[in-house]
Nanobody, 124 residues
Framework: QVQLIESGGGLVQAGESLRLSCAAS????????MGWFRQAPGKERDFVAA????????DYTGTVKGRFTISRDNTKNTVFLQMNSLSPEDTAVYYC?????????????????WGQGTQVTVSS
């Protein structure tokens, strides 16, 4: 059983940056593709970014390409999401997830474990 704990959320102004972290425990971190999803009020949970087991491959949803960067440190069992040039449209609860699949995936059903989420609020 893998436990995921997100941190780093908060309230920022438009144009500012945040760095989210997700610490994993209870499993072999390097076996898992890791992803970030987000859910805005009244909306479905959407894919944001994913990174392969080794960190060599990444994928992003179109609206965050060039602004967000996903990375991982397998020695520290942690995945990160660096978010730059934030806008109010990025306001959401951000979830970290782990998938026991060999390739990056944007499909939420591929992910086996989920964190509790961290709130990101961007004011205009």
């Amino acid at each position: 059983q893998v436990q995921l704990i997100e941190s780093g959320g908060g309230l920022v102004q438009a144009g500012e940056s945040l760095r989210l972290s997700c610490a994993a425990s209870g499993g072999t971190f390097s076996w898992y593709t890791m992803g970030w999803f987000r859910q805005a009020p009244g909306k479905e949970r959407d894919f944001v970014a994913a990174i392969s087991r080794s960190g060599s491959t990444t994928d992003y949803t179109g609206t965050v390409k060039g602004r967000f960067t996903i990375s991982r440190d397998n020695t520290k069992n942690t995945v990160f999401l660096q978010m730059n040039s934030l806008s109010p449209e990025d306001t959401a609860v951000y979830y970290c997830a782990a998938a026991r699949v060999p390739q990056v995936t944007s499909v939420s059903h591929d992910y086996d474990y989920w964190g509790q989420g961290t709130q990101v609020t961007v004011s205009s």
